[in-house]
Every structure is written in structure tokens, then in C-alpha cells.
């Protein structure tokens, strides 16, 4: 049935149900025959957008996760279907969020650098096999740049205690790698997966060494001009552009300002919906990458022992319950929350950013192409492992109050409970500065709230990771948020490390 149509079934038994005036039914009556009559000549064949199911989607998922602002736009086989704002990207000056609204991207940064190095393999310039050390010295061991794009090269990523807001203002990416440039590797090259934004960073600055330009021009050449991005900045744009958001820890209050300079190839840009669907729309031809190239992204990397990570390269790959794959990544930044998806089966592309930190991710953004694009049985996520319903239920308890028994005792300031939790929570082999994380949580104090908390559970036999994606302690309005990894052994959650959250 027309989307459009069932709209106006259920605002009619909602107006059939009402007590109120005969003028106010007359006005209602009038105005629900108007919606009617526009219903008119709308078909649910696919390719058919339905806005008012995604318009109302988005601004349901913007309340539920009260972010201020949140744009989306969804476009199939090239050409754009559905584009949407939902709130404000500016509260003060009531400013409306828009398809045309520019904000940070988090993440997703790391797809424009993915596509930067492709047009480098493509060309001839590079390939995936080249060990990075013949241009950054970083270990004696082979790193390949396949194993970069696919987080299993050792490389770090940011530290619980990274003071980033510190650093100074790098006016390229090679000077940039001085952040991490010099630390030992955390595993062997291609023991195990990783996530590290440092890593697409050094392949930023390899982008620039090869090429002798600036990475940003590079890019500018090679990804953004080609593919008719205007509104996409590897540097922050002036705060008079038209369009650009301000970004916000909470309904009311803004993020602090941040020089993102030590990190725009891994997390650094900005950008729009409409820009982002075209990116996507681009890898869902051959004309823009080579096929061959484009499976090398979107095959599962496979570690030293042959088990396959859900990175390709560059790209996560999540598999779909009707056979099908996505192609997506997304992006986490205190202000700021993306995603990009590429859907091939039904050669869609959806982008959303909102400007606010937050959680939702995938599931949202599949639910959201479905309803737009009138796909009635809408693929699911395939679930990592089948457990008994009642093994998960107890394991997702016992999670979540040793969480909530963390959370408290850092909110209140419980040094005691704290050290105790630690010592029979944490893994001792994988954890070894336990007492310096703990004297860091106690100088937050007990005036610092722990909040927006969102468990993901990746798994439930041994072995298996659980996130605390979205804990977070606020600090003069200065937002600092971080992973709390658990890992499943025999039965039990243990804390297995905690890593920032961008």
C-alpha cells in the first residue's frame, strides 16, 4: 500500500477518534483531504521515494538521541531520491539543519583517504602490498598498506590520557605523524585487528610524499573535483560559510573548539549529506574505481592465522541476512556523529551526520533506506553468534551491572570501590597501567557526570568483545569520551581496555 495513503489512514481513525468542536473537524477534515488528494498518483513500486516516512524517521531518531540537528540523503543508482533536515545546526541564530548543512565527519574521513590511496593503486603510484617503512620508518617488521587500511597493522590509536586539545597546529600531514610516529607497534603486523586513525593518518602523509603535493590537494584533485564535491574541507571552513554547523555536547551547550590538524586524513574533515551520497554513488559503478580495485576494498582482510577481520579495506563489510553486503563506515567525535552506506543489491548510497555525538549507526540507516525506498522486507544484520536467549540475557546483566558498579563509583568519587572493581575486572595480562588509569578517573572528581551510555555486545562466546560505546565525563563543559572494552572468558566480563572514542 502507498506509504502516503497509510499516513492518511492512521491521521483519519486518530481524527474519527477525537472529541472536539464541529469547527475544529471542519478544519481538520479539510486539511487531511488535502493530504489525501496529494496521496494521489503515488505508487510504492521500488525507486519511488517516500519522504514522509523518512522525513518523520528522522526527526523521531533526532528527538530519541536529542541531538539538536541531524541532515540525512539517500540516492539509488546515481541519482538522488530523498534528501531531509530535521532541527537546527545553529540553536542561537535558529538556524534550520538542511541537506546543505556542512559538519564535521568524524571517521568517514578515513573513506575520502581510502579513495585517495585507490587512485594512487590505480595509477600506478602505490600498491596495497607496499610496506609503509620504505616511507616512515616505524619498525623492522613489514607493514603493509592493505594492512593499514584494514586496522591490522599495530599502529596505535589514541590513548585514554591523550591530551590532543594540546597539540599544535600542524600546517601539513607529514609534520603531523609526529604524534605517533615514534611509538613501538602494539601487535605484530597482521597478528590482529586494531583500530587506528593514526594509521590512515601516515598513509595521509605517504599521499604526500609520493605525489609531492599537499595531501590536501591531492585529494582535492583526485577525489573531490572528479566526483564534484564542493562542499567537502579537509580544513576547517571560515565560521562565516552560510552553511556550516556549530556542534554541540548536549541540547544547549557547544563542544570547545579543536585543532584537528594532527588528524584529517583519519578524522579531520567536513563535509554534507548531498557530498557524502555522491562519494558513495561513485563505488557503486566502475567508472571512478576499477572493479578489480573495488573488490580489493570490499573483501574481508584476513589476519596472519587466515581469520577474516570485517574490514575490507578501508571499509567495514557487514554481512546481510538475505545474502546480500553493505559497505559502510561511520564516525564518532564529541559534536559530531556520521555514517556512509553503500547498499549494491539496490545500487543505494545513504548518508547521515548529525551534530551532536551519539549511537545510532547502521541498523538506523538500513531502516531508514527501507522506509525511503519502499523495500518491504528490509535485510537484517547478520548477528555475529547464536547463543540461548536465556546465556544472553544472563551475560547482558551481568555486563550491565558491573558497568553500572563502575559507573558509580567514578561518579562519586569511590577511590576504594574503584581499585577493588579494577583488580578483579581487569585483565592483568592486557592491562598493565591499571594504577595510572585509576589515579587519572580520580582526578575527575565527583562533580563530573558519567552519561549517555550505550552497551554493544559483539558476541557471547569466549574471546568476544562488548563496548561501552558512549562513556563519558564532562569536565567544565570540555567532553571527554572513551571505549570501555569488556571481553567474554569463561562466563565472565573482563575489562580488557579502554581506548578514546572518536
Same mark, same amino acid.
Request: hydrophobic share 35%; with cysteine.
Given at each position: %500500500?502507498?506509504?502516503?495513503?497509510?499516513?492518511?489512514?492512521?491521521?483519519?481513525?486518530?481524527?474519527?477518534?477525537?472529541?472536539?468542536?464541529?469547527?475544529?473537524?471542519?478544519?481538520?477534515?479539510?486539511?487531511?483531504?488535502?493530504?489525501?488528494?496529494?496521496?494521489?498518483?503515488?505508487?510504492?513500486?521500488?525507486?519511488?521515494?517516500?519522504?514522509?516516512?523518512? !522525513?518523520?524517521?528522522?526527526?523521531?531518531?533526532?528527538?530519541?538521541?536529542?541531538?539538536?540537528?541531524?541532515?540525512?540523503?539517500?540516492?539509488?543508482?546515481?541519482?538522488?531520491?530523498?534528501?531531509?533536515?530535521?532541527?537546527?545546526?545553529?540553536?542561537?541564530?535558529?538556524?534550520?539543519?538542511?541537506? !546543505?548543512?556542512?559538519?564535521?565527519?568524524?571517521?568517514?574521513?578515513?573513506?575520502?583517504?581510502?579513495?585517495?590511496?585507490?587512485? %594512487?593503486?590505480?595509477?600506478?603510484?602505490?600498491?596495497?602490498?607496499?610496506?609503509? !617503512?620504505?616511507?616512515?620508518?616505524?619498525?623492522?617488521?613489514?607493514?603493509? &598498506?592493505?594492512?593499514?587500511?584494514? #586496522?591490522?597493522?599495530?599502529?596505535?590509536?589514541?590513548?585514554?590520557?591523550?591530551?590532543?586539545?594540546?597539540?599544535?597546529?600542524?600546517?601539513?600531514?607529514?609534520?603531523?605523524?609526529?604524534?605517533?610516529?615514534?611509538?613501538?607497534?602494539? *601487535?605484530?603486523?597482521?597478528?590482529?585487528?586494531?583500530?587506528?586513525?593514526?594509521?590512515?593518518?601516515?598513509?595521509?602523509? &605517504?599521499?604526500?610524499?609520493?605525489?609531492?603535493?599537499?595531501?590536501?590537494?591531492?585529494?582535492?584533485?583526485?577525489?573531490?573535483?572528479?566526483?564534484?564535491?564542493?562542499?567537502? *574541507?579537509?580544513?576547517?571552513?571560515?565560521?562565516? #560559510?552560510? #552553511?556550516?554547523?556549530?556542534?554541540?555536547?548536549?541540547?544547549?551547550?557547544?563542544?570547545?573548539? &579543536?585543532?584537528?590538524?594532527?588528524?584529517?586524513?583519519?578524522?579531520? %574533515?567536513?563535509?554534507?549529506?548531498?557530498?557524502?551520497?555522491?562519494?558513495?554513488?561513485?563505488?557503486?559503478?566502475? +567508472?571512478?574505481?576499477?572493479?578489480?580495485?573495488?573488490?580489493?576494498?570490499?573483501? @574481508?582482510?584476513?589476519?596472519?592465522?587466515?581469520?577474516?577481520?570485517?574490514?575490507?579495506?578501508?571499509?567495514?563489510?557487514?554481512?546481510?541476512?538475505?545474502?546480500?553486503?553493505?559497505?559502510?563506515?561511520?564516525? #564518532?567525535?564529541?559534536?559530531?556523529?556520521?555514517?556512509?552506506?553503500?547498499?549494491?543489491?539496490?545500487?543505494?548510497?545513504?548518508?547521515?551526520?548529525? !551534530?551532536?555525538?551519539?549511537?545510532?549507526?547502521?541498523?538506523?540507516?538500513?531502516?531508514?533506506?527501507?522506509?525511503?525506498?519502499?523495500?518491504?522486507?528490509?535485510?537484517?544484520?547478520?548477528?555475529?553468534?547464536?547463543?540461548?536467549?536465556? *546465556?544472553?540475557?544472563?551475560?547482558?546483566?551481568?555486563?550491565?551491572?558491573?558497568?553500572?558498579?563502575?559507573?558509580?563509583?567514578?561518579?562519586?568519587?569511590?577511590?576504594?570501590?574503584?581499585?577493588?572493581?579494577?583488580?578483579?575486572?581487569?585483565?592483568?595480562?592486557?592491562?598493565?597501567?591499571? @594504577?595510572?588509569?585509576?589515579?587519572?578517573?580520580?582526578?575527575?572528581?565527583?562533580?563530573?557526570?558519567?552519561?549517555?551510555?550505550? &552497551?554493544?555486545?559483539?558476541?557471547?562466546?569466549?574471546? +568476544?568483545?562488548?563496548?561501552?560505546?558512549?562513556?563519558?565525563?564532562?569536565?567544565?563543559? @570540555?567532553?571527554?569520551?572513551?571505549?570501555?572494552?569488556?571481553?567474554?572468558?569463561?562466563?565472565?566480563?573482563?575489562?580488557?581496555?579502554?581506548?578514546?572514542?572518536?
Amino acid at each position: %500500500m502507498n506509504a502516503c495513503i497509510q499516513e492518511f489512514q492512521k491521521s483519519l481513525i486518530a481524527f474519527m477518534k477525537n472529541t472536539i468542536s464541529k469547527l475544529q473537524k471542519l478544519f481538520l477534515f479539510t486539511s487531511l483531504l488535502g493530504f489525501a488528494i496529494s496521496c494521489v498518483g503515488q505508487k510504492d513500486k521500488l525507486g519511488t521515494a517516500n519522504a514522509i516516512p523518512g !522525513n518523520r524517521y528522522l526527526d523521531s531518531l533526532r528527538v530519541a538521541k536529542a541531538s539538536p540537528g541531524i541532515s540525512a540523503a539517500i540516492a539509488v543508482k546515481g541519482k538522488t531520491i530523498w534528501e531531509y533536515g530535521s532541527g537546527f545546526s545553529n540553536i542561537g541564530e535558529k538556524k534550520k539543519a538542511s541537506p !546543505n548543512t556542512v559538519y564535521r565527519i568524524a571517521s568517514v574521513s578515513k573513506l575520502i583517504t581510502t579513495a585517495a590511496i585507490a587512485k %594512487m593503486v590505480q595509477n600506478k603510484r602505490l600498491d596495497f602490498s607496499d610496506d609503509v !617503512n620504505a616511507f616512515f620508518k616505524l619498525s623492522d617488521q613489514k607493514i603493509s &598498506i592493505e594492512q593499514v587500511l584494514s #586496522h591490522t597493522s599495530g599502529i596505535r590509536h589514541y590513548r585514554y590520557n591523550e591530551k590532543v586539545e594540546n597539540y599544535p597546529h600542524y600546517d601539513n600531514v607529514v609534520d603531523a605523524t609526529a604524534v605517533f610516529i615514534n611509538d613501538p607497534l602494539e *601487535f605484530n603486523p597482521g597478528e590482529k585487528f586494531g583500530y587506528s586513525s593514526y594509521g590512515i593518518d601516515l598513509l595521509g602523509a &605517504i599521499i604526500e610524499k609520493v605525489s609531492k603535493q599537499s595531501f590536501e590537494q591531492y585529494v582535492q584533485d583526485h577525489v573531490l573535483k572528479p566526483l564534484k564535491m564542493e562542499s567537502t *574541507f579537509l580544513r576547517p571552513p571560515q565560521s562565516s #560559510h552560510q #552553511h556550516l554547523s556549530e556542534f554541540y555536547a548536549n541540547e544547549q551547550n557547544l563542544v570547545p573548539d &579543536i585543532d584537528l590538524s594532527y588528524n584529517i586524513p583519519g578524522g579531520g %574533515m567536513y563535509s554534507t549529506v548531498k557530498d557524502l551520497v555522491a562519494f558513495g554513488n561513485a563505488f557503486l559503478s566502475d +567508472d571512478y574505481i576499477s572493479k578489480p580495485i573495488k573488490e580489493k576494498l570490499f573483501t @574481508k582482510a584476513k589476519l596472519n592465522n587466515g581469520n577474516e577481520v570485517n574490514y575490507g579495506l578501508g571499509w567495514i563489510v557487514q554481512e546481510m541476512d538475505d545474502g546480500s553486503e553493505v559497505y559502510y563506515h561511520d564516525g #564518532h567525535m564529541d559534536g559530531t556523529h556520521s555514517i556512509l552506506a553503500i547498499y549494491p543489491k539496490y545500487h543505494l548510497s545513504i548518508a547521515m551526520i548529525s !551534530n551532536r555525538g551519539s549511537n545510532w549507526g547502521l541498523p538506523e540507516a538500513l531502516d531508514l533506506s527501507c522506509r525511503v525506498y519502499g523495500i518491504e522486507k528490509c535485510p537484517e544484520i547478520i548477528a555475529e553468534q547464536e547463543k540461548d536467549p536465556q *546465556f544472553i540475557m544472563q551475560m547482558f546483566q551481568n555486563l550491565s551491572a558491573n558497568f553500572d558498579d563502575f559507573r558509580n563509583a567514578i561518579s562519586n568519587g569511590n577511590q576504594v570501590k574503584l581499585e577493588q572493581l579494577l583488580a578483579s575486572n581487569f585483565k592483568s595480562d592486557s592491562w598493565p597501567d591499571k @594504577k595510572a588509569f585509576i589515579a587519572f578517573l580520580m582526578t575527575l572528581g565527583n562533580k563530573h557526570e558519567v552519561y549517555d551510555v550505550d &552497551i554493544s555486545v559483539k558476541g557471547m562466546n569466549n574471546g +568476544d568483545k562488548a563496548f561501552i560505546k558512549n562513556l563519558r565525563f564532562q569536565e567544565h563543559y @570540555k567532553d571527554k569520551s572513551w571505549y570501555l572494552i569488556y571481553t567474554l572468558s569463561e562466563d565472565q566480563w573482563l575489562i580488557s581496555s579502554i581506548e578514546v572514542f572518536e
